[in-house]
T-cell receptor, first 114, second 112 residues
Framework: EAGVAQSPRYKIIEKRQSVAFWCNPI?????LYWYQQILGQGPKLLIQ????????DSQLPKDRFSAERLKGVDSTLKIQPAKLEDSAVYLC????????????FGPGTRLLVL | GENVEQHPSTLSVQEGDSAVIKCTYS??????FPWYKQELGKRPQLIID?????GEKKDQRIAVTLNKTAKHFSLHITETQPEDSAVYFC???????????FGTGTRLKVLA
């Protein structure tokens, strides 16, 4: 079974630039999560999709971050414009329909904002 | 609001000894509690989980215990090995928000 795919794996940009991340979840998984993990901390949920609908985006900085999951499969997360404090690993995860199901994480995208 | 506290933040043990990490949650409706292991530069990977209808679950050297009354669950690693060295995260779902809350992580170092 293929795992969660993410790209790019690494990205270096300057502040005020834009960046986009892509995620392809495990086939058949209805729920998709985007997390931000700052060095030394646990993953923080940014947004959660159930199929192509947003379930929770309460911690997404909507003035600069946006995400979409068209057709309920792949998802993109965008930052525009980036700030220094956005430097982190962005993890995508997917799971089945129920909340009480295992989340499988992708390899993450390591973002460095200079 | 929902909260998951994890202790200790760092833990050093001698190879062969046991390690215990504890998490406390606040949402009494939580019913699924996973533990993830994250090695340096890698993704979090599920190592064990427990559902609220059982009090303990074991998988070889790893076990998880759940005390619903006290609202805490613990990870137990026996006969630790150097390859157990990693950061361990607990998580609990927050009922009503469909959101997982992760603990702050425990950096485990197994000394050879």
């Amino acid at each position: 079974e293929a795992g969660v795919a993410q790209s790019p794996r690494y990205k270096i940009i300057e502040k005020r630039q834009s960046v986009a991340f892509w995620c392809n979840p495990i086939s058949g998984h209805a729920t998709l999560y985007w997390y931000q993990q700052i060095l030394g901390q646990g993953p923080k949920l940014l947004i959660q999709f159930q199929n192509n609908g947003v379930v929770d985006d309460s911690q997404l900085p909507k003035d600069r971050f946006s995400a979409e999951r068209l057709k309920g499969v792949d998802s993109t997360l965008k930052i525009q414009p980036a700030k220094l404090e956005d430097s982190a690993v962005y993890l995508c995860a997917s799971s089945g329909t129920s909340l009480a199901e295992t989340q499988y994480f992708g390899p993450g995208t390591r973002l460095l904002v200079l | 609001g929902e909260n998951v506290e994890q202790h200790p933040s760092t833990l050093s043990v001698q190879e062969g000894d046991s390690a215990v990490i504890k998490c406390t949650y606040s949402d009494s409706a939580s019913n699924y509690f996973p533990w993830y292991k994250q090695e340096l530069g890698k993704r979090p990977q599920l190592i064990i989980d427990i559902r609220s209808n059982v009090g303990e679950k074991k998988d070889q050297r790893i076990a998880v215990t759940l005390n619903k009354t006290a609202k805490h669950f613990s990870l137990h690693i026996t006969e630790t090995q150097p390859e157990d060295s990693a950061v361990y995260f607990c998580a609990a779902p927050s009922s009503g928000t469909y959101k997982y809350i992760f603990g702050t992580g425990t950096r485990l170092k197994v000394l050879a």
